[in-house]
């Protein structure tokens, strides 16, 4: 008997605009990858060799257009599932006019699978995951020991994992489990400054207004470990 996987998301029916409705329709052939079962040449799919740096669940995309724009020098690749978050960047990267950022609209776990090759990736994002705070629901949560191991085996040695919460609660889980990988070391001594490169959202800004604290977890895949 096949048992279906548990969803560390749930496709709402959240409303998407016209504009990100055309941009499904017009941007995504040109700004995205489409999703298939078989390894993806990087260095092909953005036409040149850089640094790659896969983000999961970019949300409405802004951090991710900023983050591209402001570092010419990497090539992001973002995956999101839900319509108005793609249609959102895809508009973004087309009136920014970032040639290093590309979208997959799928999960995120299936394209780490069949669509990543083993040390690609320089780099992983994944900031602000849903919390899932409900604990019934925590075994929803992305960031689990499996991922983390198929993480591993994608970065590159010295590459480094890259997680943002404002959820104290899964903040010292994601750290728990990170700190269980072997392949992985911590660059602080439990939660890391948050890196320059990561932009400050209007929410996370009014949060922080309100006394509400936000945890960076940085940590590098061991260079030994190829």
Do not use: C
């Given at each position: 008997?096949?048992?279906?996987?548990?969803?560390?998301?749930?496709?709402?029916?959240?409303?998407?605009?016209?504009?990100?409705?055309?941009?499904?329709?017009?941007?995504?052939?040109?700004?995205?990858?489409?999703?298939?079962?078989?390894?993806?040449?990087?260095?092909?799919?953005?036409?040149?060799?850089?640094?790659?740096?896969?983000?999961?669940?970019?949300?409405?995309?802004?951090?991710?257009?900023?983050?591209?724009?402001?570092?010419?020098?990497?090539?992001?690749?973002?995956?999101?599932?839900?319509?108005?978050?793609?249609?959102?960047?895809?508009?973004?990267?087309?009136?920014?006019?970032?040639?290093?950022?590309?979208?997959?609209?799928?999960?995120?776990?299936?394209?780490?699978?069949?669509?990543?090759?083993?040390a690609s990736l320089d780099g992983v994002h994944i900031f602000f995951p849903d919390p899932w705070h409900k604990k019934k629901h925590n075994k929803r949560r992305l960031i689990q020991p499996e991922l983390v191991a198929l993480l591993c085996d994608k970065l590159k040695p010295g590459g480094y994992l890259h997680a943002a919460t404002d959820w104290q609660a899964y903040a010292e889980h994601i750290l728990a489990v990170l700190s269980?990988?072997?392949?992985?070391?911590?660059?602080?001594?439990?939660?890391?400054?948050?890196?320059?490169?990561?932009?400050?959202?209007?929410?996370?800004?009014?949060?922080?207004?309100?006394?509400?604290?936000?945890?960076?977890?940085?940590?590098?895949?061991?260079?030994?470990?190829?």
């Open positions: 008997m096949n048992h279906r996987p548990i969803r560390s998301y749930v496709l709402r029916q959240g409303r998407i605009s016209s504009a990100q409705t055309r941009a499904l329709e017009t941007l995504l052939p040109r700004h995205g990858i489409p999703f298939q079962e078989a390894p993806l040449d990087l260095d092909a799919a953005f036409g040149r060799s850089a640094p790659k740096i896969l983000e999961i669940g970019f949300g409405m995309g802004d951090s991710t257009a900023k983050i591209a724009a402001e570092h010419p020098e990497n090539d992001y690749l973002g995956v999101e599932v839900h319509a108005p978050g793609v249609g959102s960047l895809l508009n973004q990267i087309e009136e920014r006019g970032l040639a290093n950022l590309r979208v997959i609209q799928h999960d995120a776990v299936e394209v780490l699978r069949h669509m990543i090759a083993p269980a990988e072997p392949k992985l070391a911590n660059t602080a001594a439990d939660y890391a400054p948050k890196p320059d490169y990561r932009p400050l959202t209007k929410f996370e800004q009014r949060g922080i207004n309100l006394g509400h604290g936000v945890w960076d977890i940085v940590f590098t895949k061991d260079p030994k470990n190829r």
